[in-house]
């Protein structure tokens, strides 16, 4: 049973970083967004290539601000109720496992 644990806290911690990581880069993508970058320059590139899909499913979703962008804002709020919700969850059943509790054989 110690091993389904270590999975699952494992697990819940590295989708914790991936995450964090994916947050730190929508925020900077939003604030390159502010200074009108060199759209050649390669990491404005990456920095879109790796943000677009996600935001622009959040844009057709949303009603039009009058050129405010929201969309960094909702995906922000939705990876921290994931961190929150599902990587506490996951860490919580990992951490229970591992000491027996909850009714775990």
């Avoid at 991936?18 to 590139?45: C, E, F, G, H, K």
Wanted: aromatic residues 12%.
């Amino acid at each position: 049973m110690f091993v389904a644990a270590n999975f699952l806290i494992a697990l819940g911690k590295i989708l914790d970083l991936i995450l964090t990581i994916y947050m730190y880069i929508i925020i900077a993508r939003a604030l390159v967004s502010w200074v009108n970058p060199d759209p050649y320059n390669p990491i404005v590139n990456f920095l879109y290539r790796i943000t677009e899909p996600v935001l622009s499913q959040v844009k057709k979703r949303l009603p039009s601000m009058g050129g405010l962008d929201l969309s960094p804002l909702i995906v922000l709020l939705v990876i921290f109720f994931l961190q929150k919700f599902l990587i506490a969850s996951i860490l919580d059943q990992g951490y229970r496992m591992k000491l027996n509790i909850g009714g775990f054989p």
